[in-house]
């Protein structure tokens, strides 16, 4: 995860992943299955959570103890919704410091055209680092 500028989680992983000590300053975290697979002490150490639905992830992320691992996570700690974002209504990153974490239960089309935009755009760039995860065929 260092020097990542983009983390995605996009796993079907029960278990922690990505540890929020490896998250350095300036990255955002794209977590699209809740906090399955990402440390979700992310969530109060981010200096901003951005959800998918206020109320979906609160049911499905803050009151689940699964999704949580166990940890109390704090609705307060929410900083808005994607959709504030992207209308403008509140400001995305304002800091090159700044840790963004994402998180949501939504939309698997919403995640697909987010995967391959990110996945074009680190290829048009030469970026990025191909990782199989299981055996070529």
Same mark, same amino acid.
């Given at each position: 995860?260092?020097?990542?500028?983009?983390? =995605?989680?996009?796993?079907?992983?029960? #278990?922690i992943?990505?540890?929020?000590?490896?998250? #350095?300053?300036?990255t955002?975290?794209?977590?699209?299955?809740?906090?399955?697979?990402?440390?979700?002490?992310?969530?109060?150490?981010?200096?901003?959570?951005?959800?998918?639905?206020?109320?979906?992830?609160?049911?499905?992320?803050?009151?689940?103890?699964?999704?949580?691992?166990?940890?109390? =996570?704090?609705?307060?700690?929410?900083?808005? #919704?994607?959709?504030?974002?992207?209308?403008?209504?509140?400001?995305?990153? +304002?800091s090159?410091? +700044?840790?963004?974490?994402?998180?949501?239960?939504?939309?698997?089309?919403?995640d697909?055209?987010?995967?391959?935009?990110?996945y074009?755009?680190?290829?048009?760039?030469?970026?990025?680092? =191909?990782?199989?995860?299981?055996?070529?065929?």
């Amino acid at each position: 995860m260092k020097g990542a500028d983009i983390i =995605l989680a996009a796993t079907s992983s029960p #278990e922690i992943l990505l540890e929020s000590a490896w998250v #350095e300053k300036g990255t955002t975290v794209i977590a699209l299955d809740g906090f399955i697979d990402v440390d979700p002490s992310l969530a109060s150490q981010a200096d901003k959570w951005v959800v998918g639905n206020r109320k979906t992830d609160q049911t499905e992320i803050i009151d689940s103890g699964i999704m949580s691992h166990g940890v109390k =996570l704090d609705a307060g700690d929410i900083y808005g #919704e994607i959709a504030d974002i992207v209308t403008g209504a509140l400001p995305g990153r +304002e800091s090159q410091d +700044e840790i963004i974490v994402y998180t949501h239960m939504g939309s698997g089309a919403y995640d697909i055209a987010c995967a391959d935009f990110v996945y074009r755009k680190a290829v048009s760039e030469g970026q990025g680092t =191909l990782l199989w995860l299981n055996e070529r065929m």
